[in-house]
Nanobody, 123 residues
């Protein structure tokens, strides 16, 4: 499966962005999907995940209440709505797919990765 992330850009602090991740090659309707980010000079960190039918969502404490993950299996697409953005949210954001769904916040459990989209939040 190929994952294509889009929607990143430059935004002022307090602003919003909506990231999209569209899959091709096969359906992702049975996969847990996640967003992981990597800031310059830092390790990748879990941001949010959603189970196969959208019934369960998971968030890092740093984004809880500001970010919302959702999915549209008919469109083979996952979204990340990011509100009240902060400069510390600046990073490359990757979407990823996990076949077994056993570790939503465990980066090493993800099987497929997209190429990433840059999000820059200015102060």
């Amino acid at each position: 499966v190929q994952l294509q992330a889009s929607g990143g850009g430059l935004v002022q602090a307090g602003g919003s962005l909506r990231l999209s991740c569209t899959a091709s090659g096969r359906t992702i309707s049975t996969y847990l999907m996640g967003w992981i980010r990597q800031a310059p000079g830092k390790e990748r960190e879990f941001v949010a995940a959603i189970n196969w039918n959208g019934g369960s969502t998971y968030y890092a404490d740093s984004v809880k209440g500001r970010f919302t993950i959702s999915r549209d299996n008919a469109k083979n697409t996952v979204y990340l709505q990011m509100n009240s953005l902060k400069p510390e949210d600046t990073a490359v954001y990757y979407c990823a797919a996990q076949i077994n769904g056993l570790g939503p916040d465990n980066i090493s459990f993800y099987d497929y990765w997209g190429q990433g989209t840059q999000v820059t939040v200015s102060s």
